[in-house]
T-cell receptor, first 112, second 109 residues
Framework: DAGVIQSPRHEVTEMGQEVTLRCKPI?????LFWYRQTMMRGLELLIY????????DSGMPEDRFSAKMPNASFSTLKIQPSEPRDSAVYFC??????????FGPGTRLTVL | TQLLEQSPQFLSIQEGENLTVYCNSS?????LQWYRQEPGEGPVLLVT?????EVKKLKRLTFQFGDARKDSSLHITAAQPGDTGLYLC?????????FGAGTRLFVKA
């Protein structure tokens, strides 16, 4: 079975542009998490969903960040407008009933 | 605010040496996990410890959860170049997990 799938793997954009990151969780998993990883701050939880419903978005840094989960097999993280300080690796993870989290390969975002 | 501190931040050792990395917090967690992350990939779960004082072994890796469930250690015996990577501890309370900054391990052949 495929693991968590993220796209794109790399994204380079200019400041002010809209960025959309995509995630397909493992089939059957009911929890989905979005994380951001930087050298300075490590791995930070941005938001997580349970059964497609956002449960805790307290880690979302600003209103420029938004996340949706329209169905059990797809989620997006959008940054609009993007800024250079948003440059990081963004990970999506999924789990079954809140157990072990399986991480995707990440999207490396560079905002120039 | 819950915080997990890992030490050391960076460790470079020779193949065959033993090492211990630490994960400390002032908060109590219902469980604690250790992950290993390689460049260009997401973290992969190594072990979950739940009970205070619990010790788990995974080949040459030994994980211990503190009696008060606030801290943990990871000991690697006879390190090998394949052990190179970023080791992250993570504490879970409810369904929320927080991660430490990680220990970056480099094992030289």
């Amino acid at each position: 079975d495929a693991g968590v799938i993220q796209s794109p793997r790399h994204e380079v954009t200019e400041m002010g542009q809209e960025v959309t990151l995509r995630c397909k969780p493992i089939s059957g998993h009911d929890y989905l998490f979005w994380y951001r990883q930087t050298m300075m701050r490590g791995l930070e939880l941005l938001i997580y969903f349970n059964n497609n419903v956002p449960i805790d978005d307290s880690g979302m840094p600003e209103d420029r960040f938004s996340a949706k989960m329209p169905n059990a097999s797809f989620s997006t993280l959008k940054i609009q407008p993007s800024e250079p300080r948003d440059s990081a690796v963004y990970f999506c993870a999924s789990s079954l009933r809140g157990g072990e989290q399986f991480f995707g390969p990440g999207t490396r975002l560079t905002v120039l | 605010t819950q915080l997990l501190e890992q030490s050391p931040q960076f460790l470079s050792i020779q193949e065959g040496e033993n090492l211990t990395v630490y994960c400390n917090s002032s908060s109590v967690f219902s469980s604690l996990q250790w992950y290993r992350q390689e460049p260009g990939e997401g973290p992969v779960l190594l072990v979950t410890v739940v009970t205070g004082g619990e010790v788990k072994k995974l080949k040459r890796l030994t994980f211990q959860f503190g009696d008060a469930r606030k801290d943990s250690s990871l000991h690697i015996t006879a390190a090998q170049p394949g052990d190179t990577g970023l080791y992250l501890c993570a504490g879970t309370g409810g369904f929320k997990t927080i991660f430490g900054a990680g220990t970056r391990l480099f094992v030289k052949a």
